[in-house]
């Protein structure tokens, strides 16, 4: 018999770390530190970069702009270690949209496509950066398309991602067949305006004018990569809002109300955090 979602994170969250940890089979990795934690990602990254520059076609991987921590990490690591990325094509996660579906300008703090070049790009030396052509962001006019563009370049590679709070890949929120998307534009679900709307330094809880919609890859896309890797983290000592959803997304059913969960059976995943994160919160309600 399937235990109810309610049942079953009562019993997740029971768990001490390290039974976590054990229950998770591999598919779970947890480091002391958020340093430690953003130390790792950048240091997975850099290795498939090198592993490509070392081929002789180009290797495509799913990016996020977020966490961003990673990216000053990677920058650097490339930066000093001579890393041409001529091989790596980035398929960016998502953008957010205004009510018009349209994507919302690079100009708007909120923006993906405009944080990402302070954040990474402006970073690496511009002899070493791909053409900007392998640099895809989605787009109302390449929505479509993107599914076949992945295809004609080989597949995905890798797909990184961060974890929200109601399971989301992406702007994969939950809904009736979510597993199976494609790339779309959609509504965002309100757990997620309202914690971006509150961790979003700057923003300050602006419910009324934070986007309501988004352009996101699809699950489909996502879970098709030949590897996983995600993450989750609190950010700070102060708001705790990602421990559930990461023992969710390590051992929780799949199912269409956490996205994550659909990743459980993916062949070559890893999930990543920190022991506080990880930690049970303190009350199990």
């Not at 990402?116 to 791909?130: K, T």
């Not at 109302?140 to 398309?145: F, G, K, M, W």
């Not at 199976?180 to 305006?193: K, M, V, Y």
């Not at 070559?268 to 022991?275: A, T």
Request: contains cysteine; aromatic residues 8%; charged residues 25%.
């Amino acid at each position: 018999m399937i235990m109810k979602r309610s049942e079953e994170v009562r019993r997740i969250l029971s768990l001490s770390v390290e039974e976590l940890v054990r229950e998770a089979a591999g598919q779970l990795k947890v480091l002391e530190t958020l340093d430690e934690v953003y130390e790792f990602l950048a240091d997975e990254m850099v290795r498939e970069f090198r592993k490509a520059a070392e081929g002789d076609r180009i290797v495509s991987f799913i990016m996020p702009v977020g966490p961003t921590q990673p990216y000053r990490i990677m920058a650097e690591k490339i930066n000093y270690l001579n890393l041409n990325l001529k091989n790596v094509r980035f398929f960016f996660m998502d953008e957010y949209c205004d009510d018009n579906d349209q994507l919302i300008p690079t100009t708007h703090p909120l923006s993906f496509r405009g944080q990402i070049g302070p954040l990474l790009f402006n970073r690496i030396r511009p002899d070493l950066l791909m053409p900007r052509e392998q640099i895809i962001f989605p787009s109302p006019e390449n929505l479509r398309d993107l599914p076949k563009m992945i295809e004609d370049a080989g597949g995905i590679e890798v797909c990184y991602g961060g974890i929200g709070i109601h399971g989301h890949i992406a702007f994969n929120e939950p809904e009736p067949g979510v597993r199976d998307s494609d790339p779309r534009i959609l509504s965002i679900n309100e757990f997620t305006r309202t914690i971006d709307s509150t961790r979003h330094k700057g923003v300050g809880g602006n419910l009324e004018n934070f986007p309501r919609r988004a352009i996101t890859m699809g699950m489909k896309q996502c879970l098709a990569a030949r590897r996983m890797l995600l993450m989750t983290r609190n950010e700070s000592q102060e708001f705790f809002w990602a421990n559930t959803v990461l023992r969710i997304a390590a051992l929780g059913e799949p199912g269409d109300d956490y996205p994550v969960t659909h990743a459980r059976h993916h062949r070559n995943l890893l999930i990543v955090s920190d022991v506080k994160t990880a930690t049970a919160p303190k009350f199990n309600i």
